[in-house]
């Protein structure tokens, strides 16, 4: 089990994060990777854009949409070793990625208007995916990609309580 991080290109098919939506394994559409010793990989990711407003060469305003999406074609698992506690491992980290959209979008809140703001709406953007690619794989280290069940149970708590503290910030449904 692994994670890919992706920003959205072209059409390619994506399913945002709803709170009410745990992903099944019909989500998962693309081949299984037999060269992999993982036994399914769910690929997701933050995609982000922002516009600015500019009024006599000064900044005055800026809008900006950050979403956590699932990528059902980049998304596969091998159906003979996968079961139901994979899948939890799976959703688990659908569930980070939402996790670090509502931090970015938090980070983004307490942004200033000014002249710079594209400059350090970018930092943000670079800084938040390289804290959610090595917690990611933090936490595939910690369960050993969901084979240790106790600690798998202990970041499920962990990653619920971690959501329900920037519940203000989550993905609109």
């Given at each position: 089990?692994?994670?890919?991080?992706?920003?959205?290109?072209?059409d390619?098919?994506?399913?945002?994060?709803?709170?009410?939506?745990?992903?099944?394994?019909?989500?998962?559409?693309?081949?299984?990777?037999?060269s992999?010793?993982?036994?399914?990989?769910?690929?997701?990711?933050?995609?982000?854009?922002?516009?600015?407003?500019?009024?006599?060469?000064?900044?005055?305003?800026?809008?900006?949409?950050v979403?956590?999406?699932?990528?059902?074609?980049?998304?596969?698992?091998?159906?003979?070793?996968?079961d139901n506690?994979?899948?939890?491992h799976?959703?688990?980290?659908?569930?980070?990625?939402?996790?670090?959209?509502r931090?970015?979008?938090?980070?983004i809140?307490?942004?200033?208007?000014?002249?710079?703001?594209a400059?350090r709406?970018?930092?943000?953007?670079?800084n938040?995916?390289?804290?959610?690619?090595e917690?990611q794989?933090?936490?595939?280290?910690?369960?050993?990609?969901?084979?240790?069940?106790?600690?798998?149970?202990?970041?499920?708590?962990?990653i619920?309580?971690?959501?329900?503290?920037?519940?203000?910030?989550?993905?609109?449904d």
């Amino acid at each position: 089990m692994c994670l890919l991080l992706f920003v959205q290109t072209n059409d390619e098919p994506v399913m945002s994060w709803q709170e009410a939506y745990r992903l099944t394994w019909n989500d998962f559409k693309a081949k299984p990777k037999y060269s992999s010793s993982a036994v399914a990989t769910a690929a997701s990711g933050i995609t982000f854009g922002f516009s600015i407003r500019e009024s006599d060469d000064r900044v005055i305003s800026f809008t900006t949409e950050v979403h956590a999406h699932f990528y059902p074609e980049q998304s596969w698992y091998k159906p003979e070793r996968a079961d139901n506690h994979v899948l939890g491992h799976e959703q688990l980290h659908f569930d980070i990625t939402e996790l670090f959209a509502r931090k970015f979008r938090k980070r983004i809140s307490l942004l200033k208007t000014t002249n710079d703001v594209a400059k350090r709406l970018r930092a943000i953007h670079r800084n938040i995916n390289k804290e959610l690619a090595e917690f990611q794989n933090q936490y595939d280290t910690e369960t050993d990609f969901s084979r240790d069940i106790e600690m798998q149970l202990q970041w499920e708590l962990f990653i619920k309580k971690e959501l329900k503290k920037l519940d203000y910030f989550k993905s609109a449904d």
